[in-house]
């Protein structure tokens, strides 16, 4: 069964068209890169898809559930969790406070429950706790939990955001630029991370990466964007050698 589903997915900002009759099936279990020159709108279908904006035409499904009118916490609450391109941190939240943060709408005990500390409330609590430790485990970070997000390295923070995302118990997860700004040894670990969750949380997982030996690396199948466009799909080996994805990074040699 198809996940996600996206059929001529188009958008206009304005006078502007960003995407341009996008598609894509995301299969459970699956892992797609999205790649393409700066500006050719990886993000913006990502923020379509996520309830940012609004398409001005097409169709997206996830389970079989219509996306299109639904805001973005509800999307979220569908099963699609993300990150984003640029951390989106809280300055005065510790690493355990934003994880925990992200599975509140998952809790039973109610505003009441909460006012007066009732025994569901503290049990929620402790299991909400457990469970937003256990992720930061996975994402390496568990060491961090009682420091502030915004004070830890630059790759750390991109882990605690995966965790967070991951909290929200996702099928499918959308990683914006997972590897932006990281050493080579981060970007090796960020490697083993995703094939981890991959693995233990059997989420399909749709990545934007401009480091193309980290697409190749992980994603069985790869979709090239070209001013909102798709130009190429297909297993790595084929867009490795595909002549118009050499030519959207490296530009055509004039030979006039």
């Known amino acids: 069964m198809t996940l996600l589903r996206v059929d001529n997915m188009t958008h206009f900002f304005g006078g502007l068209r960003a995407v341009h009759s996008y598609n894509l099936t995301l299969e459970p279990g699956h892992i797609v890169g999205l790649i393409g020159p700066n500006g050719a709108g990886k993000t ?38 993300r990150t984003f391109q640029n951390l989106l941190l809280w300055r005065h939240m510790t690493v355990l406070e934003h994880v925990k943060m992200a ?19 503290h049990q929620e609590e402790k299991r909400l706790t457990a469970k937003a430790m256990h ?47 990281m050493t080579p040894d981060e970007l090796n670990r960020m490697i083993s991370i995703i094939r981890k969750i991959h693995e233990d949380f ?8 401009h ?20 130009i190429a799909e297909g297993n790595p080996e084929e867009i490795k050698n595909n002549p118009k994805v050499i030519e959207a990074y490296l530009g055509k040699e004039d030979i006039h």
């Open 202 to 209: 059997d989420v399909a997982i749709l990545m934007i990466e």
């Open 103 to 121: 599975c509140y709408s998952q809790l039973e005990y109610g505003i009441w429950g909460a006012f007066f500390g009732s025994r569901l409330c």
């Open 211 to 230: 480091r193309l030996k980290f697409v190749m690396e992980l994603c069985e199948r790869i979709q090239t964007l070209v001013f909102g466009e798709i």
């Open 44 to 81: 913006t279908i990502f923020n379509l898809i996520s309830g940012i904006h609004t398409p001005t035409q097409g169709n997206i499904e996830l389970n079989g559930q219509n996306l299109i009118g639904h805001h973005p916490h509800e999307i979220a609450a569908m099963g699609l969790g």
């Open 135 to 181: 992720l930061l485990e996975t994402f390496n970070v568990a060491q961090f939990s009682s420091q502030l997000a915004v004070s830890l390295p630059y790759g750390a923070q991109r882990r605690v955001e995966m965790a967070r995302a991951m909290a929200t118990n996702p099928k499918v997860l959308f990683l914006d630029e997972p590897t932006a700004g």
